[in-house]
């Protein structure tokens, strides 16, 4: 439970020596554990020993909300106090998240709330980038009526949406049929008119890598990259499909990272 009341589901998935790598995985807008197995398998039958937590997002169905909060710094919070929860040790924990839940943690690091060793951002968005009537529309139709019209509608465009990306096809339709259209109404009021300032994103000090992918309809590059260049620490990598970015793409980039940074913890142990 978080301090507004909420229940989020934590799932733990590996928990062996919190003196080793903990993966702290925030997935985005109504992603589950489906859309990241491949990436999750992949840590496991690597040789790095690493303690796995995935936490489900509060406008999940698996959530109990208590409030109409959806917001940016809502969301921040939530992953902020689980963490602390959780009592990670922060030089050993790395961050890894998508869409919603990277801006969230943009707002969290600009703050200098949390200090991963880490952060693997994948999609980060500044602002919403989709026209004004696809929010009034989000808004203004009852939840009953989004089961019925929206959510059928929803599922015949994913293909033309997400086309050729087969993989990305079906993490969608599966984010699709579990959508509470309650919360999504409640989502899109709160985060509507969300942007990240130039400013803070200056205010960033953590190594943090942006990944996007190219082919992405739903989180434009050109975003993406921008965030990439305001931020003095950040390094950009570019998949071709979503899919890639939740999958041995991402997964490859982190093993890299880590492997160097042992490698230079080992060396300086031989020279002290």
Not at 118 to 141: D, H, M, N, Q, T
Not at 240 to 263: D, R
Request: charged share 25%; proline share 4%.
């Amino acid at each position: 439970m978080v301090s507004d009341g909420t229940k989020l589901r934590l799932q733990i998935i590996d928990e062996k020596d919190r003196n080793e790598y903990s993966f702290f995985i925030v997935p985005g807008f109504n992603s589950y554990l489906f859309a990241w197995e491949e990436f999750i398998k992949k840590v496991q039958k690597s040789k790095l020993s690493a303690n796995i937590y995935f936490l489900e997002t509060r406008e999940k169905d698996t959530s109990f909300v208590a409030t109409t909060d959806f917001s940016l710094e809502r969301y921040g919070k939530d992953i902020l106090e689980v963490i602390k929860q959780l009592e990670l040790v922060e030089e050993k924990t790395v961050i890894i998240s998508s869409s919603i839940s990277s801006s969230a943690l943009l707002w969290l690091f600009a703050r200098k709330k949390v200090h991963p060793c880490y952060a693997f951002l994948v999609s980060p968005l500044p602002c919403l980038p989709y026209p004004k009537i696809s929010v009034w529309y989000s808004l203004f139709l009852p939840p009953k009526v989004h089961q019925k019209v929206t959510k059928p509608l929803s599922k015949f465009f994913s293909h033309f949406f997400t086309w050729p990306d087969t993989r990305q096809h079906q993490y969608v339709l599966y984010g699709i049929n579990r959508i509470n259209w309650e919360k999504f109404s409640m989502f899109v009021n709160s985060i509507k008119d969300f942007n990240i300032l130039r400013e803070e994103l200056e205010k960033i000090a953590i190594p943090v890598v942006i990944v996007g992918a190219k082919k992405d309809k739903g989180h434009p590059i050109r975003y993406v990259k921008k965030i990439a260049k305001t931020i003095e620490n950040a390094e950009f990598f570019e998949a071709k499909y979503n899919s890639e970015t939740v999958g041995e793409f991402l997964w490859k980039l982190i093993k890299g990272k880590l492997n160097c940074a042992s490698n230079i913890t080992a060396k300086l142990h031989v020279f002290t």
